[in-house]
């Protein structure tokens, strides 16, 4: 009914960069925030950032200046642009978003499948 598909993983070195994307489609009625979270083996999902449907950001302190969430409304994708990549960046990340579904009542959250970030050397 309703799918987010990411893309963009893979694995870096440290210092480099990708760029991961996700795109909702489905039986979608509206989008509100999107956002990602990443989780290393053994540990709780972290929350990377979100951004709003008017493109405000918000990040978490371990990657702000670091990473950038972006929106395409038109496109119904979510970005994250990761630039300096550290080692402890290291993950699956999760792309998910708050929507309107047909047939569903109320707003509820959707998430990717995820996609592995490896940065190492």
């Known amino acids: 009914q309703v799918q987010l598909v990411e893309s963009g993983g893979g694995l870096v070195q440290p210092g480099g960069s990708l760029r991961l994307s996700c795109a909702v489609s489905g039986s979608i009625l509206s989008i509100y925030t999107m956002g990602w979270y990443r989780q290393t083996p053994g540990k709780q999902r972290e929350w990377v950032g979100t951004?709003?449907?008017?493109?405000?950001?918000n990040y978490a302190d371990s990657v702000k200046g670091r990473f950038t969430i972006s929106r395409d409304n038109a496109k119904n994708t979510v970005y994250l642009q990761m630039n300096s990549l550290k080692p402890e960046d290291t993950a699956v990340y999760y792309c998910t978003a708050r929507l309107r579904v047909l047939r569903v009542p109320g707003l509820n959250d959707y998430w990717g499948q995820g996609t592995q970030v490896t940065v190492s050397s």
């Open positions: 951004v709003t449907t008017g493109g405000d950001t």
